[in-house]
C-alpha cells in the first residue's frame, strides 16, 4: 500500500481509486474526506481536485521537483498544509489562495527567503519552514497577527528578523541551529511567549529585556557563545526549563550552569541583589619524578623571585601555592612532589579541565629516561583525562649550556611526537583488525561496528600536548615570564562574574587555608559563622546559605577546596588543605608499611596489646585489612577526629581504593594497594589450570589486553569493585595481583593480572562453575562492571576486551578463541545456532558458549 490515508478504513477506497481512477461512486466518497495524507514518490494522485471537503493535507517524502502541483492550491478548503518539498526553492505564490490556512509547514526544502506576500496569510497560527536555507524574511512576516508557532530552525539566518518580534501573540519560536548572534531587544515585545528554542547558533549577545518575557516557561540556549547571561532572566518567574550548557559563560560560571535550572536562578538573582565581580581562577597540577625541580619551580612562580628548595626539604606530599599574577586572577598551584599519591588518587585532586605542567629536569633528560621522566606521566594523565592540556616544562636550565638546552628540547619533542605516533598507530592497528573482521561477514556485525565507533573516536582526539617545551631556570628566573603569561592567559579563560555575596565564603575559605588551624572546615560551622555576620543584612546571609552548595562547588572546580556532596558524612566536612587529604591517604595507601608498622611506636603501643598489634599487622601486610582502630592511629598527627576520619573513608570508598566488610560487628576496610605478596599456594589447589571437572563446568573468561599496561589502579579499582558480585557468605582471598572467589559450593572466580612485556599486560576475569545459566549472569554484571569502569574514569586506556570460547578453554587448548567482548551486548539473531571456532572439531561451537541466548543482557 503506498499512498496512506489518516482514516484506514478508507484504505479500500483508495486501492480501488488506484484501478479504477473514474468510478464515480468513489470519486463521491473521496469528495468527502476531509484529511489526506501522502507519503510516497509515486507522483501526486489525480483524484485530489476532487477532495473538495479536504482540510488538512500532509505530504510527506514527496518527490515534487521544484514546484508544487497547482492543483494543490484549488483546495480552497484546506486549513493545514504540511509538506516537505525536497527540490522547492521558494514558497509558491500561489499558496495566497489558500486564505483559510491556519497552519502551513513547508520542510525540508531548499528555500532561501520568505517573500512579501507571506504576509497575506493572515490567518495562519502555525508555521514552519524548518529545514530549508532561508537567510531572508520579508518584514511582512510580522502581519501574521494570529502566530502563535513559529519554527525557522535548520536555516541560515545570521540577523534575527525583528519583524518576529511583532507577532504578539507567539508562544512557541523556534530557531535552533542557524547563524543567529544576537537575542534582541525587541523581544520584549513577545509578551505571550512560553518557548524560546535558539540552540545551536553564534549568539554571543542576550538582551537584558529577555526579563520581560514573563510568560516564558523554557529557554533553549544550549550551543551557543553566550558569556554573559543577564541577571534579568532571574525575574523569569515562569521559567521551567533554561537550558545554557555548551556555552562559554562566565556569568554563571559553568559549573552552575550545569547544575540545572535552579542553581542557575539562584545564581541569577544572587547577583540582582548585589553587585558583580569578575574572578579568574585556575588551578594547575604540576607533576614529574622526584627532584625535577617542581617545588622550587613553583615557588618560585608564586613568589615572582628565586625559591629554591634546600635538597631536605623533599618529604612533602602535596602542596599548594596561591599565585596572584595580578588582581582578579588566582592561581592555585598543586605541586605533587613526586609521589605516587597523585598516581593513586588522581580523581580527587584532578579534573579534565584543570592543566598539567609535567616538569623534568632538562639536565637529566635523555633517550633513555625519556619513558620515566615523561612517558609514564604523560600516560597516567592521558589514561584518566584524555583532553588535559599537557604543558612539557624543562627545569634547571642554568646548570646546562645553550647548545645543550637546543638539542635536548629537540630531542624531547621528538619524543612526544614519536609517543603521539605510535599511539596512533596502535590505534590504527586495532581498527585495521576489527574492520577486517567487520570483512569475514562473522555474525556480530552490531559488535564489531561499536568497537570501530570507539577506537575511531580516540583516533579523532589527539591529545593535547604542547609539543614545544618551556625551558626554565628557577635560580636564574630565565624563561619565567613566557610561563607567567601563559598562565594568566589560561586563567583569563576561566574568568567567571560572581555575585559579591559569595565572596563571604570564598574569603573565608582562603583565610582559613592560610591560618591552618583546622584540618578541615565542617559545612554546618561555615553556616554558622554565616548567621554570625552582623553586617551583612539577614536577606543576604540568608541567600548565601541557599546557594551554599553552588558556591562550594564552585571552589572545588577552580581547585580551593575539595569538596563531594555524594553523602551526608561527605557533604559536612570541606577540605581546604590538599595537603591534609593527601597526607591522610598516604598515610593509608603506602608501600614501606611494614616499617611503619611497630608496635614501640607512640601511635601504637597505647593502642594495641603486643599481640593484637600482631595480628592488626598480619591482616594489614598479607591480606591488605585495616580496622578503624588502626586507622585511627595512622590518623591521629592530623588530628581530624571522627567527623574528618570518616569522611575520609566514605571518601576512599566512593573513589573504590576500598571496600569494607563487617564482621561481628567489627568494620574492616580491605586495601588492594596494601598487598605485596603472590598468589598463596592454596589458591592452585582451588583453581586448577585447567577445568577440574570438564563433563558438569564451564568457564566463561574475559580478558583485557592493554597496549603497555594497565593504567595506575586500574586492576585495584576492579579488584574492589568485584565485591558488589559477592553474596555475603564467600570466601574471598586477595594477593598482589589476584583475587580468588568461592560464589558458592558451584561457582568459583578469578580477577587477575598479569605482566607481559611482549604484548603488553592482561587483566583475566574467570568465572567457573557448574550452572551456565547463572554463570551467564555473573559474567555479564561484571564485564559491564570493567566496561564502565573503562569508559567512566579510565577513557584514555588502550585497552581490548575479548570473551574466551569456553569451548577452547575446557578443552585446554592454547590460544583459545577469542570473541570481542563487544559480542556480549550484541544479540545475535534468534535463528544462529553455532559460531565459528576454528579449534572445534566441527569448526563452531553452539551460541549458548558465546552469547547467553534468552538471558538478559546487561547493557
Ligand atoms: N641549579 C638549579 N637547581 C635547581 C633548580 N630547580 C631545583 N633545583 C634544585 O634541585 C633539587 C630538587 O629541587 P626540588 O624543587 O625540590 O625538586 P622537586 O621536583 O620538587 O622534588 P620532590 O619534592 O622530591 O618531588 C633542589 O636541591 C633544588 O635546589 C634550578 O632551576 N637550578
Redesign the pocket.
Known amino acids: 500500500m503506498s499512498n496512506r490515508l489518516v482514516n484506514s478504513e478508507k484504505l479500500k477506497v483508495l486501492e480501488l481509486l488506484r484501478n479504477d481512477p473514474q468510478s464515480e461512486a468513489l470519486l463521491l466518497e473521496v469528495a468527502k474526506w476531509d484529511m489526506l495524507r501522502i507519503g510516497d514518490k509515486l507522483g501526486f494522485p489525480e483524484y485530489i481536485t476532487r477532495c473538495t471537503n479536504l482540510k488538512t493535507l500532509c505530504v510527506w517524502v514527496h518527490d515534487f521537483g521544484v514546484s508544487i502541483p497547482e492543483t494543490v492550491f484549488d483546495l480552497n478548503t484546506l486549513q493545514a498544509l504540511l509538506i516537505s518539498a525536497v527540490d522547492l526553492t521558494e514558497i509558491p505564490r500561489e499558496i495566497r489562495q489558500l486564505a483559510d490556512l491556519t497552519t502551513l509547514y513547508i520542510q525540508n526544502g531548499k528555500i532561501t527567503n520568505i517573500s512579501d506576500f507571506i504576509g497575506d496569510l493572515v490567518n495562519l497560527k502555525r508555521l514552519s519552514f524548518m529545514k530549508n536555507r532561508i537567510n531572508l524574511v520579508s518584514i511582512e512576516l510580522g502581519k501574521l497577527k494570529q502566530l502563535t508557532y513559529l519554527s525557522l530552525s535548520d536555516n541560515s539566518l545570521a540577523d534575527f528578523p525583528l519583524c518576529i518580534c511583532e507577532l504578539y501573540k507567539l508562544k512557541h519560536l523556534v530557531l535552533t541551529e542557524n547563524k543567529l548572534n544576537i537575542i534582541p531587544s525587541e523581544i520584549r515585545k513577545l509578551t505571550n511567549l512560553e518557548g524560546l528554542f535558539a540552540s545551536h547558533n553564534e549568539i554571543s549577545v542576550i538582551s537584558p529585556d529577555i526579563g520581560s518575557l514573563t510568560k516564558l516557561k523554557f529557554l533553549d540556549l544550549r550551543y551557543n557563545q553566550v558569556e554573559v547571561v543577564p541577571f534579568e532572566i532571574g525575574y523569569l518567574d515562569a521559567l521551567k526549563q533554561f537550558w545554557i550548557t555548551k556555552n562559554p559563560t562566565k556569568q554563571p560560571p559553568q559549573n552552575v550552569c550545569s547544575q540545572g535550572t535552579q542553581a542557575i536562578m539562584r545564581y541569577l538573582e544572587d547577583l540582582r541583589r548585589s553587585a558583580a565581580i569578575e574572578t579568574a581562577r585556575l588551578k594547575i597540577n604540576v607533576l ?1 619524578e ?8 613553583v615557588r618560585s612562580l608564586a613568589a615572582g623571585e628565586t625559591r ?4 631536605a ?2 618529604t ?1 606530599v602535596i602542596d599548594q601555592a596561591a599565585w596572584q599574577p595580578e588582581k582578579g586572577i588566582l592561581i592555585r598551584i598543586n ?1 605533587f ?2 609521589h605516587d599519591i597523585y598516581k593513586l588518587a588522581h580523581s580527587i585532586f584532578m579534573d579534565k579541565n584543570s592543566p598539567v605542567f609535567l ?1 623534568f629536569d632538562i639536565n637529566e633528560i635523555n633517550e633513555s629516561n625519556s619513558n620515566i621522566l615523561l612517558g609514564t606521566w604523560i600516560n597516567v594523565v592521558l589514561s584518566k583525562s584524555p583532553k588535559t592540556k599537557i604543558i612539557l616544562i624543562g ?5 646546562c649550556n645553550d647548545t645543550a638546552i637546543q638539542v635536548k628540547s629537540k630531542e624531547v619533542s621528538a619524543y612526544v611526537e614519536d609517543l603521539l605516533v605510535r599511539r596512533e598507530l596502535s590505534l590504527k592497528s586495532q581498527l585495521e583488525a576489527v574492520r577486517q573482521r567487520m570483512e569475514e561477514e562473522l555474525p556480530f556485525q552490531e559488535a564489531f561496528k561499536a568497537k570501530n565507533a570507539v577506537i575511531s573516536s580516540s583516533l579523532s582526539e589527539t591529545p593535547d600536548i604542547a609539543r614545544s617545551i618551556k625551558v626554565v ?3 636564574s628566573l630565565s624563561g619565567f615570564q613566557a610561563i607567567q603569561k601563559l598562565a594568566v592567559s589560561m586563567a583569563r579563560e576561566k574568568a567567571v562574574i560572581l555575585p559579591e555575596s559569595w565572596f563571604i565564603v570564598t574569603d573565608y575559605v582562603e583565610r582559613e587555608k592560610v591560618r591552618k588551624t583546622e584540618p578541615y572546615l565542617k559545612k554546618s560551622k561555615l553556616i554558622i559563622y554565616l548567621d554570625s555576620l552582623e553586617n551583612e543584612s539577614i536577606e543576604k546571609r540568608e541567600a548565601v546559605k541557599e546557594v551554599l552548595p553552588e558556591i562550594l562547588r564552585y571552589l572545588h572546580g577552580s581547585g580551593e577546596i575539595i569538596w563531594f556532596e555524594q553523602s551526608p558524612v561527605l557533604s559536612e566536612v570541606i577540605f581546604h588543605r590538599h595537603e591534609i587529604v593527601a597526607g591522610l591517604l598516604k598515610a593509608v595507601l603506602r608501600h614501606d608499611m611494614e616499617d611503619l608498622l611497630v608496635h614501640s611506636r607512640p601511635e601504637f603501643v597505647h593502642q594495641f596489646s603486643k599481640f593484637g598489634f600482631a595480628l592488626a599487622r598480619e591482616d594489614i601486610l598479607h591480606r591488605g585489612i585495616m580496622t578503624y582502630k588502626m586507622l585511627q592511629c595512622l590518623w591521629k598527627p592530623f588530628n581530624i577526629g571522627d567527623i574528618g576520619a570518616n569522611a575520609v573513608i566514605e571518601l576512599m570508598k566512593n573513589f573504590e581504593m576500598c571496600y569494607s566488610v563487617v564482621v561481628n560487628k567489627v568494620e574492616y576496610l580491605h586495601i588492594p594497594w596494601l598487598l605485596n605478596e603472590t598468589a598463596p599456594s592454596s589458591i592452585s589447589n582451588r583453581w586448577h589450570h585447567r577445568i577440574e571437572d570438564p563433563d558438569n563446568q564451564d568457564q566463561l573468561t574475559l580478558e583485557l589486553h592493554f597496549v603497555d599496561h594497565p593504567p595506575i589502579g586500574f586492576y585495584e579499582q576492579e579488584a574492589v569493585r568485584l565485591n558488589k558480585f559477592i553474596e555475603h557468605k564467600t570466601t574471598r582471598v586477595d594477593w598482589k595481583d589476584g583475587v580468588f572467589v568461592e560464589m558458592d559450593q558451584n561457582t568459583r572466580c578469578l580477577l587477575q593480572r598479569k605482566a607481559n612485556h611482549d604484548n603488553g599486560d592482561v587483566i583475566t576475569f574467570a568465572l567457573r562453575g557448574s550452572h551456565l545459566r547463572d554463570l551467564w549472569k555473573t559474567f555479564l554484571e561484571v564485564h559491564r562492571d570493567i566496561r564502565l569502569l573503562l569508559i567512566e574514569e579510565y577513557p584514555g586506556a588502550q585497552c581490548d576486551m575479548f570473551s574466551l570460547c569456553p569451548h577452547c578453554v575446557k578443552e585446554g587448548v592454547p590460544d583459545p578463541t577469542k570473541f570481542p567482548a563487544e559480542v556480549l551486548r550484541d544479540p545475535p539473531s534468534q535463528d544462529i545456532t553455532s559460531i565459528p571456532c576454528r579449534h572445534s572439531k566441527t569448526g563452531s561451537v553452539p551460541v549458548y558458549l558465546v552469547y547467553p541466548q534468552n538471558i538478559l543482557v546487561a547493557g
Do not use: Y
Open positions: 614529574g622526584t627532584c625535577a625541580g617542581k617545588s622550587s619551580f629554591m628548595t634546600p635538597m626539604d623533599r612533602h605541586d612532589g613526586g616538569v627545569t634547571q636550565a642554568d646548570r631556570s628557577s635560580n
